[in-house]
Structure formats: structure tokens, C-alpha cells
């Protein structure tokens, strides 16, 4: 078989589990009010999605070097299609925590899997190649989805089953099966199942980047659709979560010629700056600066950063490709999770504007303190020779 049809069928699947996670975002409203939530519970529900990813990614990091890469994908895409038959069958707030909770282990299951299979398609000498495919594949998917549904609700109207839905029920079970038919290109070794994910040395940087970059990206997607909404503008909330990940995609081919440090700095730079334009428009109630916002913060969460991240690792652990990923990814949904529950809890007691500017306070301290660390420790490294 053509490397071609391989990778290409990997990476729609990559796609479909992602487009599963964001698709029920743009009724994030509309579950709360089924349930008399408020903002706290929102971002409960929204981070329940890392509570299933950090201990898949903590505890079967490895998995797929035990029983090969195939079946953890084929079953991110049941575990996506089953949460969201869930949300239909049982619209509410707890159903969302529920199905959130799986599709974060369909995720950490799919992402750790998925990086190693498609370098090991595409050959460990074009491992930046691959790392390419797997973050357009994902990026595409995690805002393909949303956007999907807020399409869907556009024409439908309010309901608890967009079409959006009904064509992740059609197409995750016959991609899960021509996964499971893929060729096998690893060689299994005889592993514990359970395996503690690995952070190549000198790597921390890059990790502390997907954090700060990824806990913007939560922001966008859990706690900005709550302040549309509140403006009379929920109706973009697709839209926004659309960007807030789709112009990554856009910025990763310029990410690839630039080096894995460079593009890492870049990232550096956007990401406060992202959320502080978002941060205006919010103010200012000006979609335009939202929408220019969300877009720079894309660029950063899934161009830059991402693209520069997933490489490195993969390039400084060769054979210890899925559990190095899933040590990147306890960084990246740290931040994912943690800020945004402390925004939902703040948004609740002081308003949504007042929590997000705690965070954009937060978030450019941060950056400015970890910018300086790592110009500190790559300057003692530079001089270390000249010493002796």
C-alpha cells in the first residue's frame, strides 16, 4: 500500500476524533440552562474533558507500544461517538461532564497513538513531517467541530441534535474499522501496559509554552462564548472557537521553515498579546477585535507553539515517541484546565470581564517570567565552553 493512503486515512481519522471534542461547544449555553448552571459549572463541565485526558496520558501513555497503534485510535473514535450520543440522549450538565470525561480519554488515547504511527509511516527522518500532519490534522479537528455545529444551528435553528452530530454517528464507526485495517508498521515490544509518559531533557520550555498557550485557547472556548452570549452575540460563538484554532493551521507551514526555538520565541510573543486584543474587543463589545484576537492567539496556541513543541519531543525521544507526547500534553492540558475553572469561579463572583482580565494579568506576568528563565539558562549554556 502507498504511503499516501495510510497517512491520509490516519490523519482523517486524527481529525474526527478532535472534531468530536469542540462539537457540542456552541451549545455549552444550552445544557447549562437545561441544568440552572452557572458560569463555574460551565468550566467544570469544559475541563471534565482533562480529567479523562491526564490519567490516559499519565497512566497509558505507552499503551499502543504493547498493543500497536491501530485499536487506541479506533477507539478514541467510539468513545467520541458514544459521548456525543450521549449528549442527545441525556441533554444536561452532567451529561456533559460525563461526555467530556470520555472524549479527553478518547483524546489522550488518539494523540500519543497517532504521533508515533504517522512518524512511523512517513519515516523517523521526516519525524518534523509528521509532526506537521498530526497538528493540521488535530488543529483542523478541534475547530472543524465547533464551527460544524454552530453552522448547523445557524439553519436548524436551537436543537439538542445538529446535523453536525448525526455525521460524527456516521462516520467514527466506519473509520474506526478502516483504522483497525491499516498495515502495521511498529514493532511491539513486551511493555507494561501501564507506562508513566517521558519529558526529554531540555524540553521544559516547550512544555511550559503549550501550558500558557493552551490555557488562552480554554479561555477562548469556555469562557468567552459565556460573555458573547451575555452580548447578544452567541451566535458567533462557532465562529470564534473556529478561529481560535483554525488560523494555527493556517500558520504552521510557516512554523516548519522557521526552527523549533524560533518559532517557539514567536509563539512567545503572540500569546499575551492575543488575549489582551480578544481582552479589548470584549470591553469595547467589538467582534472585530475579538475575532482579530482569537485569531493571534491562534497563531500561538496551534501554529507556533504546537507545531515547534511536538517536533521537539519527538525528535529528542526516537524511542520514546508516544510517551514523550503524552509528557508534552500534561503541560499543554494543564493549562488547558486549571486557569480556565479559576476564571469560571471567578467570573462567578466578580463578573466575566473582571475574571478575564485576572487572567490576561496572569498570563503576561507568566510569559515574561519563563521568557527570562529560558534567555538565562540558554546564555549560561552558550558561555559554559568559554568558561573552561
Not at 464551527?147 to 435553528?157: D, E, K, N, V, Y
Not at 445538529?162 to 466506519?174: E, G, K, M, N, Q
Not at 507506562?195 to 531533557?201: E, G, H, N, Y
Not at 451566535?235 to 516548519?256: E, S
Request: hydrophobic share 60%; glycine share 10%.
Amino acid at each position: 500500500m502507498p504511503k499516501l493512503i495510510p497517512f491520509s486515512l490516519l490523519a482523517l481519522g486524527l481529525f474526527t476524533v478532535t472534531f468530536a471534542v469542540n462539537l457540542q461547544a456552541p451549545l455549552y449555553d444550552a445544557y447549562a440552562a437545561q441544568s440552572e448552571v452557572g458560569a463555574t459549572a460551565v468550566t467544570i463541565a469544559f475541563a471534565a474533558y482533562v480529567g479523562g485526558l491526564m490519567p490516559t496520558l499519565l497512566l497509558l501513555g505507552g499503551l499502543s507500544d504493547r498493543i500497536g497503534r491501530r485499536v487506541p485510535i479506533a477507539l478514541a473514535l467510539l468513545l467520541g461517538a458514544a459521548a456525543t450520543a450521549l449528549l442527545v440522549q441525556v441533554p444536561s450538565w452532567t451529561s456533559l461532564v460525563i461526555a467530556r470525561f470520555m472524549l479527553g480519554v478518547g483524546t489522550g488515547l488518539a494523540t500519543t497513538a497517532g504521533t508515533a504511527y504517522m512518524t512511523e509511516i512517513i519515516g523517523a527522518d521526516r519525524a518534523k513531517t509528521a509532526a506537521l500532519i498530526v497538528t493540521s490534522a488535530t488543529s483542523l479537528g478541534f475547530g472543524g467541530g465547533a464551527l460544524a455545529t454552530g453552522i448547523s444551528l445557524a439553519f436548524q435553528g436551537l436543537t439538542l441534535l445538529p446535523v453536525s452530530y448525526i455525521v460524527l454517528f456516521v462516520i467514527a464507526p466506519v473509520l474506526a474499522m478502516i483504522v483497525l485495517a491499516l498495515p502495521r508498521v511498529d514493532a511491539p515490544r513486551p511493555v507494561s501496559l501501564l507506562r508513566l509518559p517521558v519529558f526529554p531533557a531540555g524540553t521544559w520550555v516547550f512544555g511550559a509554552a503549550m501550558a500558557l498557550a493552551w490555557s488562552t485557547t480554554g479561555m477562548t472556548i469556555a469562557v468567552v462564548p459565556l460573555e458573547l452570549a451575555a452580548n447578544d452575540l452567541g451566535g458567533w460563538t462557532g465562529l470564534v472557537i473556529f478561529l481560535a484554532i483554525f488560523v494555527g493551521f493556517l500558520c504552521q507551514p510557516i512554523a516548519r521553515r522557521m526552527t523549533n526555538e524560533h518559532a517557539l520565541a514567536f509563539g512567545f510573543l503572540l500569546i499575551p498579546l492575543g488575549f489582551l486584543v480578544l481582552l479589548a474587543g470584549v470591553w469595547l463589545k467589538l467582534l472585530t477585535l475579538v475575532m482579530l484576537g482569537t485569531c493571534i492567539t491562534s497563531a500561538a496556541s496551534y501554529g507556533f507553539t504546537y507545531l515547534a513543541s511536538l517536533a521537539e519531543v519527538s525528535l529528542r525521544a526516537p524511542n520514546d515517541r508516544a510517551r514523550a507526547t503524552a509528557g508534552l500534553f500534561v503541560y499543554a492540558y494543564f493549562g488547558f484546565s486549571l486557569p480556565v475553572i479559576a476564571s469560571g469561579v471567578l467570573a462567578d463572583k466578580f463578573g466575566l470581564l473582571n475574571a478575564m482580565i485576572v487572567f490576561a494579568v496572569a498570563q503576561s506576568i507568566a510569559t515574561a517570567l519563563i521568557i527570562l528563565i529560558w534567555k538565562k539558562l540558554v546564555s549560561s549554556r552558550l558561555s559554559a565552553p568559554n568558561a573552561g
